[in-house]
């Protein structure tokens, strides 16, 4: 009997189950997981395939930006007749207050106009459709095991878990990255930690045996300082001032585009957008694509010149905040990453005794962090995609920049657990009273 009751505290307290139903929650996070790993497997082999005739090396200037004017119109079209599929700050919304998305339709738009978008290369990446994609799912599995609302909430935090290792490849930083995403200033449902990490494997493993890719890191960055010095902890906390410098750029520029976007009939965005983002691959040849491949060209190079740094920092500033006010579908990660990395490695030789990867991984966190309000699944995330241990400086960085961004905000259904009057109330022995 002690071994029982004590398997039950420890269920409760560990993956936030209620009395009467712990094992099906278990089972609904496997689920999703799983769920998780195979769409995202489907999703990222529709991406490869379409990428082979849409993406930008396999057209001229011209004809890419008459494509893109062509792209736009269909993505126009797509909505028109299957939807609007929102985008992640929705379902962020429906997390904190139902427990997860309400229905699947959105998705039949959501799924076809971000392929479209980020293959032909659109200035925004795979993260946010993706996410948004398996969060729903592990919404509707945890409606479908017939789970409470304070259930289906970790279940959908489970599926977007999952959604985040898949393109990040890091478990643990997918599953906190998909806890602090929901909030402002850090991680505050820590019941759906254990089963976002549970997804978070679960997934990745169903993944990387439906692709056989293997377990790697996504960028190969050269070998990290043996030892970190009293300066390069200095410059790590300088690249959190210039990190929430940046984001607060980032963010006021988006909102400048989406306000001069919006007298625009919501037909004709799209297909404006396309036609602006071919202007832009004109001034800068990175400016174009989410950025993940561009960042792992760079880190191979051994040299790379300043003003080519800063201009593919300026392309993609440019692309991606069009690219969102356009109504094409995406997320603005790994494009932040992206301009972080350019801008460290841009100022690495200019600062005395800073060290390139030191100052770049730093800036790549705390761009991103000023954004998305996520220090610790940033910082994870980066050590893990690229195959490093310096957490403590990119730690540092991240938590400068999330006090210095507090007052900026992109995301506005981020929002304090405890000003939420609106969320249920966990119940049942020793839990009388927790938020939920």
Same mark, same amino acid.
């Given at each position: 009997?002690?071994?029982?009751?004590?398997?039950?505290?420890?269920?409760?307290?560990?993956? $936030?189950?209620?009395?009467?139903?712990?094992?099906?929650?278990?089972?609904?996070?496997?689920?999703?997981?799983?769920?998780?790993?195979?769409?995202?497997?489907?999703?990222?082999?529709?991406?490869?395939?379409?990428?082979?005739?849409?993406?930008?090396?396999?057209?001229?200037?011209?004809?890419?930006?008459? %494509?893109?004017?062509?792209?736009?119109?269909?993505?126009?079209?797509?909505?028109?007749? %299957?939807?609007?599929?929102?985008?992640?700050?929705?379902?962020?919304?429906?997390? *904190?207050?139902?427990?997860?998305?309400?229905?699947?339709?959105?998705?039949?738009?959501?799924?076809?106009?971000?392929?479209?978008?980020?293959?032909?290369?659109?200035?925004?990446?795979?993260?946010?459709? %993706?996410?948004?994609?398996?969060?729903?799912?592990?919404?509707?599995?945890?409606?479908?095991?017939?789970?409470?609302?304070?259930?289906?909430?970790?279940?959908?935090?489970?599926?977007?878990?999952?959604?985040?290792?898949?393109?990040?490849?890091?478990?643990?930083?997918?599953?906190?990255?998909?806890?602090?995403?929901?909030?402002?200033?850090?991680?505050?449902?820590?019941?759906?930690?254990?089963?976002?990490?549970?997804?978070?494997?679960?997934?990745?493993?169903?993944?990387?045996?439906?692709?056989?890719?293997?377990?790697?890191?996504?960028?190969?960055?050269?070998?990290?300082?043996?030892?970190?010095?009293?300066?390069?902890?200095?410059?790590?906390?300088?690249?959190?001032?210039?990190?929430?410098?940046?984001?607060?750029?980032?963010?006021?520029?988006?909102?400048?585009?989406?306000?001069?976007?919006?007298?625009?009939?919501?037909?004709?965005?799209?297909?404006?957008?396309?036609?602006?983002?071919?202007?832009?691959?004109?001034?800068?040849?990175?400016?174009?694509?989410?950025?993940?491949?561009?960042?792992?060209?760079?880190?191979?190079?051994? *040299?790379?010149?300043?003003?080519?740094?800063?201009?593919?920092?300026? $392309? *993609?500033?440019?692309?991606?905040?069009?690219?969102?006010?356009?109504?094409?579908?995406?997320?603005? =990660?790994?494009?932040?990453?992206?301009?972080?990395?350019?801008?460290?490695?841009?100022?690495?030789?200019?600062?005395?005794?800073?060290?390139? #990867?030191?100052?770049?991984?730093?800036?790549?966190?705390?761009?991103?962090?000023?954004?998305?309000?996520?220090?610790?699944?940033?910082?994870?995330?980066?050590?893990?995609?690229?195959?490093?241990?310096?957490?403590?400086?990119?730690? =540092?960085?991240? %938590?400068?920049?999330?006090?210095?961004?507090?007052?900026?905000?992109? #995301?506005?259904?981020?929002?304090?657990?405890?000003?939420?009057?609106?969320?249920?109330?966990?119940?049942?022995?020793? #839990?009388?009273?927790?938020?939920?």
């Amino acid at each position: 009997m002690f071994c029982v009751e004590r398997t039950r505290r420890i269920r409760r307290t560990f993956l $936030g189950a209620l009395p009467g139903a712990p094992d099906r929650l278990i089972v609904a996070v496997g689920v999703t997981g799983v769920l998780g790993g195979l769409i995202g497997a489907a999703y990222v082999a529709a991406l490869t395939q379409l990428r082979r005739v849409l993406w930008p090396t396999h057209w001229s200037r011209g004809a890419h930006w008459l %494509l893109l004017i062509g792209v736009g119109a269909v993505i126009a079209v797509l909505l028109r007749v %299957l939807g609007d599929a929102g985008d992640t700050e929705l379902l962020v919304d429906n997390i *904190h207050v139902s427990g997860g998305a309400d229905r699947l339709g959105p998705l039949r738009s959501l799924v076809p106009v971000s392929l479209l978008g980020i293959a032909v290369g659109g200035g925004i990446g795979p993260e946010a459709p %993706l996410t948004q994609t398996t969060g729903t799912i592990g919404s509707f599995t945890g409606t479908r095991f017939g789970l409470t609302a304070e259930q289906r909430r970790i279940c959908s935090i489970t599926g977007m878990a999952a959604g985040f290792t898949v393109l990040f490849a890091a478990p643990l930083g997918g599953a906190v990255f998909a806890l602090e995403i929901l909030h402002r200033k850090g991680l505050e449902y820590y019941e759906a930690l254990v089963p976002a990490a549970i997804g978070s494997v679960a997934g990745y493993g169903v993944y990387t045996a439906a692709t056989g890719w293997g377990l790697q890191p996504i960028w190969r960055f050269p070998a990290p300082p043996l030892h970190l010095t009293m300066a390069d902890l200095g410059w790590a906390a300088m690249c959190g001032v210039a990190g929430a410098l940046v984001a607060a750029i980032f963010t006021g520029t988006t909102l400048l585009t989406r306000a001069a976007f919006r007298p625009l009939p919501p037909w004709a965005r799209p297909v404006v957008a396309g036609g602006l983002l071919g202007a832009v691959a004109f001034i800068s040849p990175f400016g174009l694509t989410f950025a993940e491949f561009q960042l792992g060209g760079f880190a191979r190079l051994p *040299h790379v010149a300043v003003a080519t740094l800063l201009l593919a920092v300026l $392309g *993609h500033l440019l692309s991606a905040t069009i690219t969102m006010a356009g109504r094409w579908k995406g997320g603005f =990660i790994i494009p932040l990453f992206f301009m972080g990395y350019c801008l460290g490695r841009a100022a690495s030789g200019w600062l005395p005794g800073a060290d390139e #990867l030191v100052l770049a991984t730093a800036m790549m966190v705390a761009c991103n962090v000023g954004v998305t309000k996520t220090p610790l699944g940033s910082t994870l995330v980066v050590a893990g995609m690229a195959g490093m241990r310096l957490l403590p400086t990119m730690l =540092i960085a991240a %938590l400068v920049s999330l006090l210095l961004t507090s007052g900026v905000g992109l #995301l506005e259904s981020q929002r304090s657990r405890g000003r939420d009057a609106t969320a249920p109330r966990l119940t049942g022995p020793g #839990l009388e009273g927790a938020p939920a």
